[in-house]
């Protein structure tokens, strides 16, 4: 495929690039260029991330780094390649799907001797493209931004953006819409599809490529310790480093309430962070059916979903593992499959963990007694259709009135099934009580687990149609400053922290933007 022509070259802004994944491994991409934008305008620089990383804010965050992020020139040093990789989409195969609308400019070690990928969103189509006009929306831009900042001050790990710039020019989907490109910081774009895409072409010495630099990219140190074993120990390994960053990131979700809303195996990462912000939203009302994205028709990746269907994306990558492990096509099957077997009690141990957490209880021994009582709650938020959210912060709010009843907050929420609610908090007070530790310090770890703001799905949704039809960014900005600050008591009361109505959460849909 042939390399488009080269928009014109930066000046240097102080970003040193390496080029690791275009070394190590041919046939993984293709060399391309973006697509630059008629009339760029900032929407926003993330200079928090800037400074975090190590980079020049001000250099970046000024008009060159415009001219960069906009794509009308190329900084110093990138070299912008467009990833190949496949995936099951909805349970369906697609042994090509690709970048059709990202670049990878290169990679940049920050501050911390960590490496990241420095990559564009919505620069043009690229020969992955099938047909598409590789362009991004206003909306969906701020969505990544607001969603992805939001995920980082709740400790969930995530890709971020650095920088979102309105393109000037208009795109089309259902309607109209201004369009924009954002530029995202990322561990890696290594994704469960990227090894589907080189074992449906029965690649095996590009799968060797892969799984080595897999391993020292993420698992370095179980490289090390793999050195010298053979190839099945060394693919399975991988496999198991993945489940552990997929099971404890899943965990986080279902702690929050986050719905991705389209976990096909090309948006699994091997890093273990969250990518792709597309139809995504925070669950309200507990209901462990919440689907939100207008393309998942059967509710595939509905909130309950979630950990299922984690499970079944590590079996496509096992499947594709097999033909690196040098064994008979019986005996790799088995060992991979057992190594998939231990998947529910690796998440469950998350699951326990988390639970633990927003319920401020120590590991006394009692897993199952802990997790009984967790799932306890939890079907009484689904059966009083209690907010997610705010059903967990508002416990707090009982160890600090020092007795085991509900409060005026739970009352409000749970209505005429506060008196189912109560001898639950009985069972919960006592199970407090044969820990170490006074009950104010149970609630002060429940407060710096259990988010007070999240980002509600319809100030959400003003915020990006003020951004979008208006070009007015002040309602995005306030909600971004809100949701930075997920635990701070003092936005009680704010809009920030009420849950939704049922008015606001009627027929709430979220959409992919592309």
């Known amino acids: 495929m042939n390399q488009r022509l080269p928009p014109a070259a930066a000046p240097d802004l102080g970003l040193t690039f390496d080029h690791s994944y275009v070394r190590e491994l041919p046939g993984l991409y293709v060399p391309w260029q973006p697509s630059p934008a008629p009339a760029p305008r900032w929407l926003r620089f993330n200079e928090a991330l800037a400074e975090a990383l190590g980079l020049d804010a001000q250099r970046l965050g000024g008009p060159e780094g415009l001219a960069v992020f906009s794509g009308q020139a190329v900084p110093a040093g990138a070299q912008p390649v467009a990833l190949a990789y496949a995936g099951h989409q909805f349970g369906g195969f697609s042994p090509q799907l690709g970048d059709g609308r990202a670049l990878l400019l290169g990679e940049f070690i920050d501050r911390h001797g960590q490496r990241h990928d420095l990559a564009f969103k919505g620069s043009g189509p690229t020969p992955f493209a099938r047909g598409g006009d590789g362009k991004a929306a206003v909306g969906p831009v701020l969505r990544e931004y607001l969603i992805s900042e939001a995920m980082q001050a709740l400790g969930i790990p995530t890709t971020r953006v650095l920088a979102a710039v309105a393109t000037g020019e208009t795109i089309y989907r259902d309607r109209p819409l201004p369009g924009a490109i954002l530029t995202r910081t990322a561990v890696s774009h290594l994704r469960v599809g990227s090894f589907q895409f080189l074992a449906a072409r029965g690649d095996v010495d590009g799968l060797r490529r892969l799984l080595r630099y897999a391993l020292a990219r993420h698992d370095a140190p179980m490289a090390q310790a793999l050195d010298g074993a053979d190839a099945a120990s060394i693919a399975l390994g991988l496999l198991r480093g993945v489940m552990q960053r997929q099971a404890a990131l899943v965990a986080r979700w279902m702690g929050v309430g986050f719905i991705h809303g389209v976990m096909n195996t090309d948006n699994m990462t091997l890093s273990g962070e969250t990518i792709d912000y597309g139809p995504c939203a925070f669950m309200e009302v507990h209901d462990p059916e919440t689907v939100f994205s207008s393309i998942d028709y059967h509710g595939r990746y509905a909130y309950g979903n979630q950990p299922g269907i984690a499970q079944w994306n590590l079996a496509r990558l096992a499947e594709a593992?097999?033909?690196?492990?040098?064994?008979?096509?019986?005996?790799?099957?088995?060992?991979?499959?057992?190594?998939?077997?231990?998947?529910?009690?690796?998440?469950?141990?998350?699951?326990?963990?988390?639970?633990?957490?927003?319920?401020?209880?120590?590991?006394?021994?009692?897993?199952?007694?802990?997790?009984?009582?967790?799932?306890?709650?939890?079907?009484?938020?689904?059966?009083?259709?209690?907010?997610?959210?705010?059903?967990?912060?508002?416990?707090?709010?009982?160890?600090?009135?020092?007795?085991?009843?509900?409060?005026?907050?739970?009352?409000?929420?749970?209505?005429?099934?506060?008196?189912?609610?109560?001898?639950?908090?009985?069972?919960?007070?006592?199970?407090?009580?044969?820990?170490?530790?006074?009950?104010?310090?149970?609630?002060?770890?429940?407060?710096?687990?259990?988010?007070l703001v999240i980002p509600r799905n319809h100030l959400v949704e003003a915020a990006l149609e003020a951004a979008s039809a208006d070009a007015n960014l002040r309602p995005f900005e306030a909600l971004l400053q809100a949701v930075r600050r997920p635990f701070d008591a003092g936005q009680a009361g704010t809009v920030w922290a009420r849950p939704a109505t049922a008015q606001q959460r009627q027929g709430y849909q979220t959409f992919c933007g592309t």
């Open 321 to 451: 593992l097999l033909p690196v492990m040098d064994l008979p096509a019986e005996a790799a099957v088995e060992r991979a499959t057992a190594v998939i077997h231990e998947y529910p009690a690796i998440y469950q141990a998350q699951w326990l963990a988390e639970c633990r957490r927003k319920l401020g209880l120590l590991d006394t021994g009692d897993a199952r007694g802990d997790q009984a009582l967790a799932d306890a709650y939890l079907q009484l938020l689904h059966r009083w259709e209690v907010d997610h959210t705010w059903g967990f912060r508002a416990l707090a709010g009982v160890l600090r009135s020092g007795q085991p009843e509900p409060t005026a907050a739970l009352t409000e929420s749970f209505g005429a099934g506060s008196a189912e609610l109560r001898p639950w908090l009985q069972r919960w007070w006592q199970r407090l009580s044969r820990q170490d530790g006074s009950l104010h310090e149970a609630a002060d770890r429940m407060e710096a687990a259990n988010p």
